[in-house]
């Protein structure tokens, strides 16, 4: 044998744990092992609401485990259209698809209304789905600094390419920031471009009643924008759809090949999700308290020393510098009674490394006392770079 073909993988594996990269899956309990649950992203706790998880017994009951094949042989059923009309009528979309995750939502748009002939334009803190999009759509890509809108209008008015993509987070997924969408709309109409927005971490949680960022920043209703959306995140699910007008879907149906070769949603995942959209509808206060938690917790870290961002959602980053550093103080967290996010590179850039706390709608006095306990415990090892 001319080389070991593992031994490469053995030294890169190496490399990252030198590097404090290494990864490990870690198996919880039910109840999180008892402690306080900051790091998931069941933004409105409607995961574990009994009327969510009935729902998907329900139509496990009815409909089958699985949907048995993909969405335009047997993989559709009525579940799954009446979930795209109530999405679609939710978020105010002329219509919805729906896939098996936000993951395969955000390549079929941006691939689908890509191609070799258009030019994408990527926020440079994109999500990993966009960036893998970006890299499947064959376009040209330009990746512009984060929120940067001079930066965008310079890439679209220079452009060879007839059609264009700029494609955006709503809410960044680390960082917790906003993206300034009203203007972001304005450059791409008058560049004749699409809009493509990512609203996984704004849907049920950012604009009246939940209905996200592009709802309001007053744009639900141009026919120049696409919004990606995950079921996975405010309503408690699993899932992904993709909102927009009739030429975006009719797009999709014919040509995203990740619609079209996947197996759809399962019945269990359309039905739950379904349910969590009836009870933020009924409850439109969710939202406002989910915010409203990740606020004081952005507070208090203000408040002991440690750098994190004002929150438009409900993502609270704690920036803290190394990998290591990032990952004692999660650990400190967890011997304090609360399991919070740790992100490290790729998942950010070198010398960010960072806690990502999320805030839940149903969270109580109590529990934001043991995060901001853990959280001192994190400011008096002496977190700041």
């Given at each position: 044998m001319?080389?070991?073909?593992?031994a490469?993988?053995r030294?890169?594996?190496?490399?990252?744990?030198?590097?404090g990269l290494?990864?490990?899956r870690?198996s919880?309990?039910p109840d999180?092992?008892?402690l306080?649950?900051l790091?998931?992203?069941?933004y409105l706790?409607?995961?574990?609401?009994p009327?969510?998880?009935g729902?998907?017994?329900?139509?496990?009951r009815v409909?089958?485990a699985g949907?048995?094949g993909s969405r335009l042989v047997?993989g559709?059923t009525r579940?799954?259209?009446e979930?795209e009309?109530?999405?679609?009528?939710?978020a105010g979309?002329?219509?919805a698809?729906?896939?098996s995750?936000g993951y395969?939502?955000n390549?079929?748009?941006?691939a689908a209304l890509g191609g070799?002939?258009?030019l994408?334009?990527?926020d440079a803190?994109?999500h990993a789905?966009i960036?893998?999009?970006?890299?499947l759509s064959?376009?040209?890509?330009?990746v512009?600094p984060?929120r940067?809108?001079?930066?965008?209008?310079?890439?679209l008015?220079?452009r060879?390419?007839?059609a264009?993509?700029?494609?955006?987070?709503?809410?960044f997924?680390?960082?917790?920031?906003?993206?300034?969408?009203?203007?972001?709309h304005d450059?791409?109409?008058r560049h004749?471009?699409?809009?493509?927005?990512?609203?996984?971490?704004?849907l049920?949680?950012?604009?009246?009643?939940g209905r996200?960022?592009?709802?309001?920043?007053?744009l639900?209703?141009s026919?120049?924008?696409v919004?990606?959306v995950t079921?996975?995140?405010?309503?408690?699910?699993?899932g992904?759809?993709v909102l927009?007008?009739?030429?975006v879907?009719q797009t999709l149906l014919?040509t995203g090949?990740s619609?079209?070769?996947?197996?759809?949603l399962?019945?269990?995942c359309a039905?739950?999700?379904?349910?969590?959209?009836?009870i933020?509808?009924?409850?439109?206060?969710?939202?406002a308290?989910?915010?409203d938690?990740?606020?004081?917790?952005?507070?208090?870290?203000?408040?002991?020393?440690?750098?994190?961002n004002?929150?438009?959602a409900?993502?609270v980053?704690v920036?803290?510098?190394?990998?290591?550093?990032a990952?004692?103080a999660?650990a400190?967290?967890a011997?304090?009674?609360?399991r919070?996010?740790c992100?490290r590179p790729?998942s950010?850039p070198?010398?960010?490394?960072?806690l990502?706390?999320?805030?839940?709608?149903?969270?109580?006095p109590?529990?934001?006392?043991v995060i901001?306990r853990?959280l001192?415990a994190v400011a008096?090892?002496?977190?700041?770079p």
């Amino acid at each position: 044998m001319r080389n070991d073909p593992l031994a490469r993988l053995r030294r890169a594996a190496e490399a990252r744990h030198a590097a404090g990269l290494r990864r490990t899956r870690r198996s919880r309990g039910p109840d999180h092992d008892g402690l306080l649950d900051l790091a998931s992203n069941d933004y409105l706790g409607l995961a574990r609401d009994p009327r969510v998880t009935g729902a998907a017994a329900e139509a496990a009951r009815v409909w089958g485990a699985g949907s048995t094949g993909s969405r335009l042989v047997t993989g559709s059923t009525r579940l799954h259209a009446e979930l795209e009309e109530r999405l679609a009528a939710f978020a105010g979309s002329p219509d919805a698809l729906v896939f098996s995750s936000g993951y395969l939502a955000n390549l079929a748009a941006v691939a689908a209304l890509g191609g070799r002939d258009a030019l994408v334009v990527s926020d440079a803190g994109n999500h990993a789905s966009i960036v893998d999009a970006c890299r499947l759509s064959r376009s040209r890509v330009v990746v512009t600094p984060h929120r940067d809108v001079e930066a965008v209008e310079a890439a679209l008015a220079g452009r060879p390419e007839e059609a264009a993509l700029v494609v955006t987070d709503a809410v960044f997924s680390v960082d917790g920031d906003l993206a300034p969408l009203a203007a972001l709309h304005d450059v791409a109409v008058r560049h004749g471009a699409l809009l493509v927005v990512d609203e996984a971490h704004s849907l049920g949680v950012v604009g009246e009643g939940g209905r996200g960022a592009v709802a309001a920043a007053g744009l639900s209703a141009s026919p120049y924008v696409v919004r990606t959306v995950t079921l996975s995140k405010s309503l408690g699910s699993q899932g992904g759809a993709v909102l927009g007008g009739p030429e975006v879907v009719q797009t999709l149906l014919d040509t995203g090949r990740s619609f079209i070769f996947d197996t759809g949603l399962a019945p269990a995942c359309a039905g739950s999700a379904l349910a969590a959209l009836g009870i933020i509808e009924s409850e439109p206060d969710l939202p406002a308290r989910a915010r409203d938690h990740a606020v004081k917790l952005a507070a208090y870290c203000a408040e002991i020393g440690l750098e994190s961002n004002d929150p438009a959602a409900a993502v609270v980053p704690v920036f803290l510098g190394p990998p290591e550093r990032a990952l004692d103080a999660a650990a400190r967290c967890a011997d304090h009674g609360a399991r919070v996010g740790c992100f490290r590179p790729p998942s950010v850039p070198p010398g960010r490394s960072c806690l990502r706390l999320t805030s839940r709608a149903d969270l109580g006095p109590g529990d934001l006392e043991v995060i901001q306990r853990a959280l001192r415990a994190v400011a008096e090892m002496g977190a700041r770079p």
